[in-house]
């Protein structure tokens, strides 16, 4: 089992940062991708950026250029740097991970929620 906790979530003006964190434990050995999808009101779940162990990524369009996702392979941590955020990335975003990228939803974390202020 891989347990995931995320953290780094909160209120923030349109235009503001935040950087969200999630760390890794358990049996880690498995997983070579890990990400962040983020689930607002009445919508369906959505992944929002991917990547492996070996650094390759993968951004939803709606983040390209705003958000950056980067992991810490000895540290067992993924950030998800959020720049220029706007109203309609309010949602709580949850890290996940797995073998591939087809098993991208293996694991979940808890969840955190990010607020986004016009």
């Known amino acids: 089992q891989v347990q995931l906790v995320e953290s780094g979530g909160g209120l923030v003006q349109a235009g503001g940062s935040l950087r969200l964190s999630c760390a890794a434990s358990g049996s880690i050995f498995s997983i070579n991708v890990m990400g962040w999808y983020r689930q607002a009101p009445g919508k369906q779940r959505e992944l929002v950026a991917g990547?492996?162990?070996?650094?390759?990524?993968n951004y939803a369009d709606s983040v390209k250029g705003r958000f950056t996702i980067s992991r810490d392979n000895a540290k067992k941590l993924v950030y998800l740097q959020m720049n220029s955020l706007k109203p309609e990335d309010t949602a709580v975003y949850y890290c996940a991970a797995g073998s591939s990228w087809r098993r991208l939803n293996d694991y979940w974390g808890q969840g955190t929620q990010v607020t986004v202020s016009s």
């Open positions: 990547i492996t162990s070996g650094s390759s990524t």
